[in-house]
C-alpha cells in the first residue's frame, strides 16, 4: 500500500492497518459479498423477537457507524440504505484472531458483512448476534463527529457522499426528490404524454432569455452551446406529428448562483396541441397540485414558516394588477416620467433602463411584487418585448398569452399559448438579435431552422415549462437549491486552500 496522496485526507494510521491486515491474510477489499437481507427487513421479520436468540440466522451488510469496545465484548451500529442496526460481538463466538482484528481494526466508516442470529437486548433494541463478519472496504478517511454528521454546509456540498453518509435528513431530501420526479413522469404517462430527449448540444441556443455556456466541437469545426431550453426542439416533434410530449431537461445557464439558482439546473416541458395558456394554468394546477397531495397526504404544507396551500383552484391575476395589488402602482394610468420617478422613489436599480409603460409594468413587478406571492399564484398578460416565444394576445394589444407561476416569491412555471406564427416568430428573432448585438447577453439568437419547421405548420398548441429543483425545494422543506441539487456548482478550490472534513471524534 502507498503512502497517502497528496491533497486527498488519507489517514496514515487507516492505511497502516490496511497494511497489517494484507499481511495478516486478510482480503480488504474483496469483490462481491452476499448479503441476504437489508437492515429493514431484519427489523421487520423480528419485530416481536424476545431475549432469546432466533433460530434462523441472518446476513446483512452495511456501514460501521459507531463502535463501543468493551473488553471481550464489543457493541456496534451497522448501517445500510434502510437503516441501522445493533451488532453484538464477543471474543467467545468469533475467536480470539477474528475478535482481535474487529476490535483493533474496525473502525466508523468500515463496511462489512455479518452472518448471526437475532435477539433482543435488556434494553428492547434488536440486534444482531454476531456469529462471523467480513471486511468488505476498508475505509482510509474517518467520518464526521457521529452525533452531529458533517455540519458546514459549503462542506456539505461539496462532499456530498460523506453528507449523505452521516445526515439522514439530506439523504430523504433526494429519496423525496427522485419520488417527485417519478410522480411528474407518471403523471404525464398516465394523461397520454409521450417523453422524448432532445439535444443538449445546440448550433443556436434558444427557448429562454439566458447568458449560455460555450463550447467549440473540433471534428465539425463549429461553436456548440449547452441548452438553455429543450422548447425549441420539443415545438420541431410538435410540428412533425406529436401532440402531447415532454422532456425531464437538465439545462445550462451561464449566470449567477445563489438559493434560487444553480447554473445547472432540472426542469420538465410540456407541449401540448389544441390547447392555450389558459388550458396549460389549469393542467399545472392539476400536476403540482397531485404531487403535493401525494408526496404529503395534504393540500396544506410548511414552508420554513409560511403555511402553502396548494388546495385547487390558486389566484390568478394579470400583472398589470398583480402591480396594482401589492404595489399600489396603476401602470397605465401615469406618464413614463411618472413611472421613473416612483422607480426612483421605491430606490429600484437602473438596469435596464425601461421607455415605455410596458417596460415599466415588468420593471416594479420584478421590483416589487414577485417576493409578495406567498401562496401559489398565477400571474398572466406579458408584455409582447418579453416574450419572443409567446403568441400575441386575442384582445390585448402590445400583450402575450404568457403565464408564470409564483409560489414563496419564486418563479416555479412558465407557459404560453405558443407562438405558431413563422413570420411573426421571424421578427421577434430579429428583435432579439438585434438586442443581443448590442451587448444584451440573455438575448435570443435567430434559430433560422426552427422559423422554417414552423413554416411547415405547427397546431395552436400550449406549452409549460416547470422547475423541478424549486418544487422539490417547496415540497422538502428546503430554503436553499444547492440543498435538492446532489452535486451543486462550487468554486473550485485551489490545493491547500479548503480545510480538511471535520475532525472525528478521538477513537471511532
Known amino acids: 500500500m502507498t503512502g497517502p496522496l497528496e491533497n486527498v485526507p488519507f489517514e496514515i494510521t487507516r492505511l497502516d492497518k490496511i497494511n497489517t491486515l494484507q499481511e495478516k ?13 437489508t437492515i429493514s427487513d431484519i427489523k421487520t421479520r423480528y419485530a416481536d423477537i424476545t431475549h432469546d436468540k432466533s433460530e434462523d440466522s ?5 456501514r460501521i457507524y459507531i463502535v463501543r469496545n468493551h473488553g471481550k465484548t464489543v457493541f456496534a451500529d451497522l448501517g445500510d440504505e ?33 452472518s448471526g442470529h437475532v435477539f433482543r437486548t435488556k434494553l428492547g433494541e434488536i440486534t444482531i448476534w454476531v456469529d462471523t463478519f467480513t471486511i468488505l472496504c476498508k475505509a482510509v478517511c474517518s467520518l464526521p463527529e457521529k452525533f452531529h454528521g458533517l455540519t458546514d454546509v459549503e462542506k456539505r456540498y461539496r462532499h456530498r457522499y460523506v453528507d449523505l453518509i452521516t445526515n439522514e435528513e439530506s439523504r430523504q431530501t433526494f429519496r423525496d426528490r427522485s419520488r417527485i420526479v417519478a410522480l411528474i413522469r407518471r403523471f404525464l404517462d398516465d394523461n397520454g404524454f409521450l417523453e422524448f430527449e432532445t439535444p443538449i448540444l445546440q448550433p443556436v441556443y434558444g427557448g429562454a432569455n439566458a447568458r449560455p455556456f460555450t463550447t467549440f466541437h473540433h471534428f465539425l469545426d463549429q461553436k456548440l452551446f449547452l441548452r438553455i431550453a429543450p422548447e425549441l ?7 412533425g406529428g406529436f401532440e402531447k410530449v415532454f422532456e425531464i431537461a437538465r439545462n445550462f445557464r451561464n449566470e449567477g448562483v445563489d438559493t434560487n439558482h444553480n447554473p445547472e439546473f432540472t426542469m420538465v416541458e410540456i407541449y401540448w396541441v389544441y390547447h392555450d395558456f389558459n388550458d396549460m394554468m389549469g393542467f399545472t394546477e392539476d400536476i403540482v ?61 437602473e438596469s435596464g433602463k425601461p421607455q415605455s409603460q410596458r417596460e415599466f409594468l415588468v420593471f416594479f413587478f420584478e421590483g416589487l411584487v414577485e417576493e409578495k406571492l406567498m401562496q401559489p399564484t398565477f400571474v398572466y398578460d406579458f408584455p409582447v418585448e418579453n416574450s419572443p ?19 414563496h416569491g419564486m418563479e416555479v412555471a412558465n407557459g404560453f399559448s405558443e407562438l405558431n406564427d413563422p413570420v411573426d416568430q421571424k421578427a421577434r428573432f430579429e428583435a432579439q438579435d438585434e438586442k443581443r448585438r448590442m451587448g444584451d447577453v440573455e438575448a435570443q439568437m435567430i434559430d433560422y431552422d426552427f422559423i422554417n419547421a414552423l413554416g411547415y405548420g405547427m397546431p395552436p398548441t400550449g406549452g409549460v415549462g416547470i422547475g423541478i429543483d424549486r418544487l422539490v425545494m417547496l415540497l422538502t422543506n428546503n430554503n436553499s437549491i444547492k440543498e435538492v441539487i446532489l452535486f451543486p456548482s462550487m468554486k473550485t478550490m485551489q490545493p491547500g486552500e479548503e480545510a480538511e472534513v471535520e475532525t472525528p471524534e478521538a477513537g471511532n
Open 82 to 114: 434502510s437503516g441501522k442496526i445493533q451488532l453484538y460481538i464477543r471474543k467467545n463466538d468469533l475467536g480470539e484472531e477474528q475478535f482481535e482484528i474487529f476490535s483493533q481494526f474496525i473502525e466508523r466508516g468500515d463496511i462489512i458483512g455479518v
Open 389 to 407: 416565444l409567446a403568441k400575441r394576445h386575442r384582445t390585448k394589444e402590445g400583450f402575450t398569452e404568457r403565464f408564470e407561476l409564483f409560489i
Open 58 to 62: 441472518v446476513t446483512t451488510a452495511g
Open 25 to 37: 491474510g486478510v482480503t480488504v477489499f474483496p469483490p462481491t459479498f452476499d448479503r441476504k437481507d
Open 233 to 239: 426542439y420539443l415545438k420541431r416533434l410538435v410540428v
Open 289 to 349: 397540485s397531485s404531487i403535493v397531495n401525494t408526496v404529503h397526504g395534504k393540500f396544506e404544507i410548511p414552508y420554513g414558516e409560511t403555511p402553502l396551500n396548494f388546495a385547487k383552484p390558486w389566484k390568478k391575476l394579470s400583472m398589470a394588477d398583480a402591480v396594482k395589488e401589492y404595489a399600489g402602482i396603476d401602470i397605465f394610468a401615469k406618464s413614463v416620467e411618472d413611472l421613473r420617478s416612483l422607480a426612483l422613489h421605491h430606490k429600484l436599480p
